[in-house]
Every structure is written in C-alpha cells, then in structure tokens.
C-alpha cells in the first residue's frame, strides 16, 4: 500500500531526526542581561512621559550597551552546539575556527545533571557526561530540559551496546 | 569535583566571559546612574552644550569685557541662567500647568535656570519668553515643583525691564552697530567703536544688561570691526 510506505517513510525520518539531534545552548541564560535591557528602556520611557532631560552621552552608551549585549550573547550562543549521532555525542566550539570532540557512547561512564537555583527555576541546566578513559568530564552548559537531554544520551548508549553485545554473542 | 576536560574556549566564550559580563554589569549601572542623576538633579551634565561651549573655550581665545549699546536679541537656544528685573509688568507668568499674575506689583524679579528656547529682547522690552526650564524663581519664590524636570515656561505679553543678566551663553556670531567700549585682557588695550557694526565670534560667557549699556563679559574666538578701516582681533 502506497500510504503505509510514506508513512513507514515518516517514521524513518523522525527516528533518523532524533538520532541526529542538534542541540543549541539556551538564551534563558542571558535573561539577567535582557533584563538590564528592559530596565533601562523602561528608565528612559520614564524619562519621556514626565518630560525630564534625556542626556545624550547615557543614550549613546544604553545604544552601545544594547548592540554589545545582543551581539555577543549570539555569539556565544552560536559558538556552543552539541549533537546527539548514532554513535557518539558530538561537541563543536567555535565559528571562524573549530573545536570538534566526538565522544563514543561506548566511552561514556556516567551522566550528571547539574542545576543552580536560577537553572532550576528556569528549567535549564549544565549535563555532564564522565568518561571511562579519564578523570574529567564535558560539560553541555545550558540546555533546555537537561534531564531530557541525559536520558537520550544514556538511551542511545544502552540501544548501541545492546546491538554491540548481540554481535559479540552471535 | 568534576572537572571539564573540554578545555577549549571558542571565540564566544572568550568574548562573553567573566570579564565582559562585570564590565557589561558596571556599564550597566554607570547608564542608570547617568540617566538618574541628569533626569533628577542636572541636566546639562555631559551634554552635548556643555562639551561644545567648552571646546570654544580654547587657550586662543580672546577674554573681552565691554561697555556697549543694546541691540535687539533673538535667541533659540539653551541659556544656563537668566535673570531679569520686571518692570511695570503686565500679564502672566506661565510655568507647566500653573500661570503667575504679574500684573499685581509693579515690579517682580524672575529667575530662570537651564532655559531652553526663544528669548527675544531688546534694549527695553522683552518680546518673547518662551521655552522650558528646570527652575523658576519668581520674587524669591521657587516655583518649580520638581526638581530637573524641564517644563514649560512663557510670559503672555511684552513685560519692560530694569536689568538682564544672561550666565552660562554661547553665541557663535553677534553682529551689530556697536558703540562703546571693548576692553581686551586685564584692562590693558581697550577699542572705543562708533556706530562701526562689529562681529563676535564664538561669544562664551555672561551678558549683562543695565542702565542701557550691555556688559558682555567673556571669551570670543575674533572681533572683527568695519567702519572706515576694517579691524580684526584675533
């Protein structure tokens, strides 16, 4: 049947789409800045409706201010993205030049969630994955629903090491 | 503890670390104290009026003093503090949303500080007062309820005058038929003019305005003279 085939299709791509999840930090965490933001628009909106002298030097500045948080906060955010592959979780650093670790799942040890108190409250979070071969770990900072993201990672481990211990077996 | 082993920091990170996030925060409040302090206490901190009149204030400037006739003024623009002696006053005094009678002493002394607008005057009258100011000071009386706030102030009619003082004034050309003195420096060169129009440039400082003689006292950038011969001071 020709509908159970694109549907058979559908399935495919969004089991194929989860294998390959990219995942980007999230811009709650510059909610403190944006805050600043709306903070000094509302100061100066103040300053207009009672009619009082706006100074031009403090409006240059809130104008640089602005630009300036804007600006790097999507630098930031875009210099950080992780990816969730069929075999191995992928951490990228960087724009103009690169910083690509492949992390097998094979090698993972341990997934810690870590929350602060602005975090929780936000409903994001920092994983950190452990490795068999060394002391240390890699952080993914700032993601939404952390708890979410480590239960796909130790999902997709498990799924590759079962198919890795059937072959063994057989 | 667990310790990152990705240690690696992008061009992002590096741009919106620490450092960047306290200056960003210090930026933040230098932006609300500006705003606070010029919205509340004063308003011409670090205008662009005050860096202009001070950028004419240069070394090569001409310190000048003079003994004058009046001639007819028509200012728009910002004055630092103007002071004025009524006389035989008739109409009103207008100051935001409250209007002052000034036609119940023949006399009043008006004081307007930060004035930004039209002032015309001439050598009896003043024509025009219309603009805003921070503070108004009427007979003694501080009339502005709010201090920093610039709000509207206007004299209904033509009001005569005993004395004028203008503080805190840039004019970058006046231009007349001066008579009188013009005194240079300390006293030690002084230019009587005749009716010879005469131009100051880039005028900084206060002009007083009494028994029909205007005293600009201040700093020009040239005085230029033509009547017969021409004469520049520079």
């Known amino acids: 049947m020709p509908t159970k085939k694109i549907i058979g299709n559908k399935k495919k791509k969004e089991k194929k789409k989860l294998n390959h999840l990219k995942i980007k930090s999230t811009r709650k965490v510059y909610i403190p800045f944006y805050f600043m933001i709306i903070i000094i628009l509302g100061f100066i909106f103040f300053i207009k409706i009672t009619g009082r002298e706006l100074n031009k030097t403090a409006l240059i500045l809130m104008i640089v201010f602005i630009v300036l948080i804007l600006k790097l906060t999507e630098i930031h955010r875009f210099s950080n993205s992780y990816e969730i592959g069929d075999s191995s979780l992928i951490c990228s650093k960087g724009i103009l030049t690169k910083n690509i670790k492949r992390i097998d799942y094979f090698a993972i040890s341990d997934i810690n969630v870590h929350q602060g108190l602005l975090q929780r409250l936000l409903g994001f979070g920092d994983v950190i994955v452990s490795l068999f071969s060394f002391d240390e770990a890699t952080k993914i900072k700032n993601i939404n629903n952390p708890e979410e993201l480590a239960l796909k990672i130790e999902k997709a481990a498990i799924a590759l090491r079962g198919i890795k211990n059937d072959k063994i077996i057989s | ?234």
């Open chain 2, 1 to 234: 503890m667990i310790k990152s082993s990705h240690e690696f920091k992008s061009y992002g990170e590096r741009m919106f670390g620490a450092k960047m996030k306290i200056l960003l925060i210090l930026l933040f409040f230098v932006i609300i104290g500006l705003l606070f302090y010029t919205a509340f206490y004063n308003t011409s901190f670090l205008s662009g009026d005050i860096i202009k009149i001070s950028y004419k204030n240069t070394p090569s400037s001409i310190a000048i003093n003079t003994k004058l006739n009046i001639p007819e003024f028509n200012l728009k623009q910002e004055i630092g503090k103007i002071e004025i002696n009524l006389i035989g006053s008739k109409g009103e005094l207008i100051f935001g949303d409250e209007a002052f009678s000034l036609s119940k002493m023949n006399q009043h002394y008006l004081v307007l500080e930060n004035f930004k607008g039209n002032f015309f005057f001439n050598d009896d009258k003043i024509l025009v007062l219309d603009g805003k100011a921070n503070k108004v000071i009427l007979d003694g009386f501080d009339v502005s309820s709010e201090i920093g706030r610039r709000r509207e102030v206007k004299l209904t009619q033509q009001v005569s005058y005993s004395s004028l003082n203008l503080n805190n004034l840039f004019l970058d050309k006046l231009s007349y038929p001066c008579s009188g003195k013009i005194i240079f420096g300390a006293e030690k060169s002084v230019l009587n003019t005749e009716n010879y129009k005469t131009l100051f440039n880039d005028f900084n400082g206060s002009i007083k305005i009494h028994n029909n003689e205007m005293n600009l006292n201040g700093n020009v950038e040239s005085i230029k003279i033509s009547g017969e011969e021409s004469i520049l001071v520079k």
